[in-house]
């Protein structure tokens, strides 16, 4: 069984401030994990994914993820935040070997104040 | 350009009736999902299907059917005998399974019940 837990529904940053949204996973086995974007009325895109080649991950818009075995987090993080940053943001592990389900978290939205 | 194409973006469905909500995806994966997305509760899997002529019940196909009759093509119709339809629905695909591969979304359609 794998599962998600993201911290915070919503989370309000100034713009230039550090982006900060937590993401505890919960796996079994070895897990990768992503993070993905969700802007209103729309699907959702990648920004990033571990899968366990490096534990810093750089993904796109500036955005990065470091996974953190001993914590079991994937915490994503942006040094300055971008009113275009204001979305949905989702966290979602599947675990190696096979076909494995992917899970996704609640989601966290992130509202960017000039 | 490559994609995944959902159709329509918004749907309306009086009650007792059944609805498709079509999915059509030109990126050659032989995987592709159906989820559906609930404001707070994240993404939950409906269906998925690894390969042509094959499909599986995800966590909550209760009242929704699919078919694989084309790689390209899987369509999702909403009986009903779902009694809570209304939801945004997102269709995804990936490389066959999802160990660590990447999971591709649709732009979503938007199911009201009236």
């Known amino acids: 069984a794998q599962s998600v837990t993201q911290l915070g529904s919503h989370v309000s940053v100034s713009e230039g401030a550090l982006v900060l949204l937590r993401c505890n996973y919960s796996s079994s086995v070895p897990p990768y994990l992503f993070w993905y974007v969700q802007y209103p009325n729309q699907g959702l895109q990648l920004l990033l994914k571990y899968t366990s080649a490096a534990t810093l991950v750089k993904g796109i818009n500036g955005f990065e993820a470091e996974f953190k075995k001993s914590e079991t987090s994937f915490h994503l993080t942006k040094p300055s935040a971008h009113m275009s940053d204001a979305a949905e943001y989702f966290c979602a592990v599947t675990a190696s070997g096979g076909y494995q389900k992917v899970t996704f978290g609640t989601g966290t939205k992130l509202q960017v104040i000039p | 350009d490559g994609g995944i194409t959902q159709s329509p973006k918004y749907l309306f469905r009086k009650e007792g009736q059944n609805v498709t909500l079509s999915c059509e995806q030109n990126?050659?994966?032989?995987?592709m999902y159906w989820y559906r997305q609930d404001p707070g509760q994240g993404l939950r899997l409906i269906y998925y299907?690894?390969?042509?002529?094959?499909?599986q019940k995800g966590d909550i196909a209760e009242g929704y059917s699919v078919s694989r009759e084309k790689k390209e093509s899987f369509p999702l119709t909403v009986t009903s005998a779902q009694k809570n339809p209304t939801a945004f629905y997102l269709c995804?695909?990936?490389?066959?399974?999802?160990?660590?591969?990447?999971?591709?979304f649709g732009e979503g359609s938007w199911l009201t019940v009236v």
């Open positions: 990126l050659n994966h032989d995987a």
């Open positions: 995804a695909s990936s490389i066959a399974g999802t160990n660590g591969n990447t999971i591709y």
């Open positions: 299907s690894q390969i042509v002529n094959d499909f």
